[in-house]
Nanobody, 121 residues
Framework: QVQLVESGGGLVQAGGSLRLSCAAS????????MGWYRQAPGKQREMVAS???????NFADSVKGRFTISRDNAKRTVYLQMNSLKPEDTAVYYC???????????????WGKGTLVTVSS
């Protein structure tokens, strides 16, 4: 069984910063891409940022220049550093990871339960 556990959400004023963490645990042979998605009230879930196991990153246009993503492969953890936060960044942020549990078994996407980020104006 694989688990993704997020932490670091909370309430912050516009212009402030937050750092989200997501740690993977359980039966893990290898982790491919890891990333963050978010879902605001009444909106669809959208990709925020992703990072491959080789360190290549991808960002939504709305967060480019403000958010950075990084990972510690030894700790099986992905981070999202969010700077210059705006009220429109308010959402539940979900961690996603493509994980192979055993050698020879196809990799599967796993999701965390989400952490709430609220940015006040």
């Amino acid at each position: 069984q694989v688990q993704l556990v997020e932490s670091g959400g909370g309430l912050v004023q516009a212009g402030g910063s937050l750092r989200l963490s997501c740690a993977a645990s359980g039966s893990i042979f290898s982790i491919n891409a890891m990333g963050w998605y978010r879902q605001a009230p009444g909106k669809q879930r959208e990709m925020v940022a992703s990072i491959t196991n080789g360190g290549m990153t991808n960002f939504a246009d709305s967060v480019k220049g403000r958010f950075t993503i990084s990972r510690d492969n030894a700790k099986r953890t992905v981070y999202l550093q969010m700077n210059s936060l705006k009220p429109e960044d308010t959402a539940v942020y979900y961690c996603n990871a493509n994980i192979r549990s055993l050698l020879g078994v196809p990799a599967v996407d796993y999701w965390g339960k989400g952490t709430l980020v609220t940015v006040s104006s």
